[in-house]
C-alpha cells in the first residue's frame, strides 16, 4: 500500500472517531521503529457503549472506503479496544486503562503526528 493510501486510511480512521466525539486522538508515527505498522491511533472514551461504537464506526468507515479490518481485540470488555487494519492500528481505551498501559510513553521512539499531516478527507 502506499504512503498516501495509507495516511488517507489513518485520516478517515480519525475523522470517525472525531465524529463519536473520541477524547485526546494521538497519533503515532511508527514506521521508522517497528514492523507492526505505520500509525498508531490512540483514542479514549467514556464508557463501554461509547467505547463499542467507537470501534463500530471506525470499522464500518474503514471497510467502506476498502480498508478490511484483519483483527480485533478487546471489543467485548471493552476497556481496550485494538484495531488491527495492517498499517495502522487503533487503540480505543477507557480513561483507567489508557492511564495503566500508557501507550505513547512506550512508544515514545515513534514520532507523534499532527492529523493535519495526514492530509483532508474529501
Given at each position: 500500500?502506499?504512503?498516501?493510501?495509507?495516511?488517507?486510511?489513518a485520516a478517515l480512521a480519525i475523522k470517525a472517531l472525531e465524529d463519536k466525539k473520541?477524547?485526546?486522538i494521538t497519533v503515532i508515527d511508527i514506521s521508522e521503529i517497528s514492523v507492526l505498522a505505520d500509525y498508531f491511533i490512540i483514542a479514549g472514551g467514556n464508557n463501554v457503549n461509547q467505547l463499542q461504537t467507537l470501534s463500530d464506526t471506525v470499522e464500518e468507515t474503514l471497510e467502506r472506503a476498502g480498508y478490511p479490518l484483519k483483527q480485533?481485540?478487546?471489543?467485548?470488555s471493552a476497556n481496550w479496544i485494538l484495531l488491527d487494519f495492517r498499517d495502522i492500528i487503533v487503540h480505543i481505551f477507557d480513561k483507567e486503562n489508557r492511564l495503566f498501559y500508557d501507550l505513547e510513553r512506550i512508544w515514545c521512539d515513534g514520532r507523534k503526528v499532527d492529523p493535519a499531516?495526514?492530509?483532508e478527507i474529501e
Open positions: 500500500m502506499t504512503d498516501q493510501s495509507i495516511k488517507k486510511m473520541a477524547e485526546d480485533v481485540e478487546g471489543y467485548q499531516e495526514l492530509g
